[in-house]
């Protein structure tokens, strides 16, 4: 039985110092938590034992191709953006075994892999996380075929949020994009941090009845009009930092136009088609399927593993390779994800977090890419003086 | 995801380095496998990995799975190998079939090219069963040479019919080949149809449907009225892995059959 | 006897050229049959025919000292086979046997320019026909060496 506080919709006050009994009540139900954490210098997502696995004080500064963490003044919980990482990995696994088969006789017996879903709490999804969720639900779940393991996965998380704190990576364009900074959906719990003037606290907004829960067994207080206030303050600093913006505004016509347009050429000349951005892109789905038999030759089995469509290989077809040339690869990555996927799954495939440009060893910058393109048309459309 | 392990009963060969399979359930059994004309499946060879071929069977004939299979790679030629008694995975049926069901009353114009004939031949099953609910119905099938031909007695027996009319060409051949000899659109001209009322159904390479779609607009066809299979590389086969996208479609889900006006915009784009 | 320009008329290759052309056509037209096997030109030859087909089939053919004659082109009714070469000496490039009983008007080359040269309108609807016939068999030509059916 739930307070008539903890109503769905509805937000608490959670002290930063009962954070790690939300961590207690999640993991007593049986939740594995992953979160944010850093590994050999490195922010990933990873298990978190407490609270002390976040990478508390850090920051982080983010440019094209640039990554780097440094210390914070204060001891802030969250004061980070996205990593090269994303949740996707957990749902979606990079490697999975689906089956294994058996010779015999002349024939061959296909026995399926089974597994016991983990039932994760992701700690500190941004709501561009929650929005490329979103995007791969629609790709795994609401399609003709749904896949089993995703569907069992996604339905069993826990999902807690983070409202972005005050800080935005530098490289992600969430407001442009409408997928951000404020979580708004698809949260069991969201947590705006505010550290003011000494206080340091957690705004806790409810977003599911199964929050509420576990919000129950955490100590907790009514969120006042201040505290709300401030929490609203810290989103709107981080909408105000955006380091990027990209117009999505007629953009599929924009880029079914350009399909032939030089830039694809230039940005050829950079791209590495090493598929960084697809690795760490939280909405790319692209995977493949592998067979291997063991040394004797009777026993077989069956991986699925993510793939990368820069590779020449991605699209091979016997005699030859359907997007031979760089540019058509870079082309089908970035018209994928801003133009072809409006008509695949009724949503576009970029949820503005600026990972891809972060992680690309060359600096491309996805935004930069489009205005480029769209700039070249609006100078087409200058009137000229001379006629 | 999981294929079901079905036997060769059959293997005859087409051409040098193609085959056809005719399969059934382990022990004997009908194969029971439902599709409709122009659908596919993905074959499994034990851990050589998977192919996506079509079917080329009798749709009204279930109980036997029909594939014809050319040896191009490493899994179809581990499937062209296999002897009688032997098992391979199967799963499916997948995919957009060909609108034979919404055809009845059309003059039907069925233009292949090379392995294209496979696909295609549910379909003339098809319509040659419901004879009667079609007009004019005429195949022109084009092969770079005579012994490149799939199913040549069958073609023998088509051209003896006297309600389908059969036209077939090749690129080059020896002098007791007293058939055509010259390319596929050729005979487009010389086929009876009536446009207004004509459904045509096209598979080939690339470059031969290409010349073929222009030729049918030619001949006063709409865009709507003429369907074309595609192919791409396919891993899953069931819209998820990403690798059959072609622009907007995937060509697993969405296809392999498409109504030529749905795709126009992007049937002559190169690399998509 | 009948005469010959309806039988000009009727053939594809001169669809829509006026009687008056058609008249001057006539004076270099005579009718041949081939029986199935005879050859209705061989490469090397003088090329003085432009033949118009009306009936029967014919194999175009090239000869190959390894594969010997291969069928390159098959002709049938409402074809054409020949060359109108504007400068001399022009020759066949091929054998064409005819397949079966193969009934054709066979145009004399050097009358047919001898008219045009006089005639240049004639001559114009001449060319304006010839030209589509023979970017027609360019491309034919392109896709069959493409091997269009391998991939």
């Given at each position: 039985m739930t307070s008539p506080a903890l109503a769905v919709g509805a937000a608490a006050l959670v002290a930063a110092a009962d954070l790690p009994r939300l961590f207690e009540a999640l993991a007593g139900r049986g939740y594995r938590l992953v979160g944010p954490t850093l590994r050999r210098g490195e922010l990933v997502y990873d298990d978190l034992a407490t609270v002390a696995d976040l990478p508390v004080g850090w920051t982080d500064v983010q440019d094209g191709g640039a990554f780097r963490l440094k210390p914070r003044e204060d001891r802030a919980l969250f004061g980070y953006g996205v990593g090269q990482q994303s949740w996707k990995q957990f749902l979606f696994p990079p490697r999975q075994e689906l089956w294994q088969a058996r010779r015999e006789g002349q024939g061959f017996k296909i026995i399926p892999a089974t597994e016991e879903v983990p039932r994760f709490a992701f700690i500190g999804a941004r709501s561009c996380d929650l929005h490329a969720m979103e995007v791969q639900d629609r790709v795994f779940l609401r399609g003709q075929h749904v896949d089993p393991t995703y569907k069992a996965r996604r339905e069993a998380a826990f999902m807690v949020a983070v409202n972005c704190g005050g800080h935005s990576c530098g490289t992600c364009f969430c407001v442009s994009m409408g997928t951000g900074p404020k979580a708004t959906f698809g949260f069991d719990l969201a947590l705006t941090e505010v550290l003011e003037g000494g206080?340091?606290?957690?705004?806790?907004?409810?977003?599911?009845?199964?929050?509420?829960?576990?919000?129950?067994?955490?100590?907790?207080?009514?969120?006042?009009?201040?505290?709300?206030?401030?929490?609203?303050?810290?989103?709107?600093?981080?909408?105000?930092?955006?380091?990027?913006?990209?117009?999505?505004?007629?953009?599929?016509?924009?880029?079914?136009?350009?399909?032939?347009?030089?830039?694809?050429?230039?940005?050829?000349?950079?791209?590495?088609?090493?598929?960084?951005?697809?690795?760490?892109?939280?909405?790319?789905?692209?995977?493949?399927?592998?067979?291997?038999?063991?040394?004797?030759?009777?026993?077989?089995?069956?991986?699925?593993?993510?793939?990368?469509?820069?590779?020449?290989?991605?699209?091979?077809?016997?005699?030859?390779?359907?997007?031979?040339?760089?540019?058509?690869?870079?082309?089908?990555?970035?018209?994928?994800?801003?133009?072809?996927?409006?008509?695949?799954?009724?949503?576009?495939?970029?949820?503005?977090?600026?990972?891809?440009?972060?992680?690309?060893?060359?600096?491309?910058?996805?935004?930069?890419?489009?205005?480029?393109?769209?700039?070249?048309?609006?100078?087409?459309?200058?009137?000229?003086?001379?006629? | 995801m999981i294929p079901s392990p079905l036997v060769v009963q059959k293997v005859r060969r087409e051409t040098a380095d193609t085959y056809t399979l005719d399969l059934t359930r382990p022990g004997g059994g009908a194969a029971d496998f439902a599709f409709a004309p122009g659908q596919f499946n993905m074959l499994y060879a034990f851990g050589v990995g998977e192919v996506p071929i079509s079917i080329s069977g009798d749709p009204a004939r279930p109980e036997i799975l029909t594939h014809t299979v050319r040896d191009v790679g490493r899994v179809s030629r581990a499937v062209c190998r296999l002897k009688k008694g032997e098992v391979l995975g199967v799963r499916g049926p997948y995919g957009a079939p060909w609108p034979v069901a919404e055809a009845p009353g059309n003059d039907v114009i069925i233009v292949a090219g090379g392995l294209g004939l496979a696909p295609l031949r549910p379909a003339v099953y098809h319509l040659l069963r419901e004879r009667p609910a079609y007009g004019n119905i005429e195949l022109i099938y084009g092969a770079r040479t005579p012994e490149d031909l799939l199913y040549r007695q069958e073609l023998e027996r088509w051209r003896g019919r006297f309600d389908f009319r059969v036209h077939v060409t090749v690129d080059s051949a020896a002098t007791d080949w007293r058939g055509n000899v010259g390319v596929v659109t050729k005979l487009i001209g010389r086929a009876r149809f009536d446009?207004?009322?004509?459904?045509?159904?096209?598979?080939?390479?690339?470059?031969?449907?290409?010349?073929?779609?222009?030729?049918?607009?030619?001949?006063?066809?709409?865009?709507?009225?003429?369907?074309?299979?595609?192919e791409r590389n396919m891993k899953c086969g069931i819209g998820l892995c990403g690798h059959c996208q072609w622009g907007p479609f995937f060509i697993c889900k969405d296809g392999p059959v498409f109504r030529f006006d749905r795709i126009k915009d992007w049937f002559d784009r190169r690399e998509v | 006897m009948e005469t010959i320009e309806p039988v000009l008329a009727g053939h594809p290759f001169l669809q829509g050229l006026e009687a008056r052309h058609l008249e001057e056509l006539a004076q270099c037209a005579s009718r041949a049959n081939f029986e199935a096997g005879q050859f209705l030109c061989r490469a090397e030859e003088e090329a003085r025919q432009f033949y118009l087909i009306n009936h029967g089939r014919v194999a175009v053919e090239i000869f190959s000292a390894r594969r010997g004659p291969v069928t390159i082109q098959a002709l049938t009714a409402g074809d054409v086979l020949g060359w109108l070469g504007f400068l001399k000496p022009y020759h066949w490039h091929f054998d064409a046997r005819a397949l079966d009983l193969t009934r054709v008007i066979s145009l004399d080359v050097p009358c047919l320019l001898g008219r045009c040269e006089a005639n240049h309108e004639l001559g114009y609807e001449l060319l304006k026909r010839y030209a589509h016939y023979l970017a027609v068999q360019f491309r034919v030509t392109k896709l069959q060496l493409m091997d269009l059916y391998g991939t």
């Open positions: 206080a340091h606290y957690l705004v806790t907004e409810i977003g599911s009845r199964r929050g509420a829960e576990v919000l129950a067994q955490v100590p907790h207080g009514p969120a006042g009009r201040e505290e709300l206030e401030a929490a609203a303050r810290v989103v709107d600093r981080t909408a105000a930092s955006m380091g990027r913006t990209l117009d999505p505004a007629g953009i599929k016509e924009l880029l079914y136009r350009n399909y032939e347009h030089p830039r694809w050429e230039e940005v050829a000349g950079r791209c590495l088609t090493c598929g960084n951005c697809t690795s760490v892109c939280p909405t790319c789905f692209c995977h493949t399927l592998e067979d291997a038999t063991d040394v004797t030759g009777s026993e077989a089995a069956r991986r699925r593993r993510m793939d990368v469509c820069f590779t020449v290989d991605f699209s091979y077809i016997h005699g030859g390779s359907i997007r031979a040339g760089e540019r058509s690869r870079y082309r089908q990555w970035l018209t994928h994800k801003l133009a072809t996927w409006l008509d695949q799954f009724g949503c576009l495939g970029c949820i503005g977090c600026g990972r891809c440009i972060t992680w690309c060893p060359v600096a491309i910058d996805i935004t930069a890419e489009v205005r480029a393109i769209r700039e070249s048309e609006s100078l087409k459309e200058k009137p000229d003086g001379n006629h | 446009p207004p009322s004509t459904t045509a159904l096209v598979c080939g390479p690339g470059v031969m449907m290409r010349f073929t779609v222009l030729e049918l607009l030619g001949h006063g066809l709409q865009p709507e009225q003429i369907f074309v299979s595609m | -």
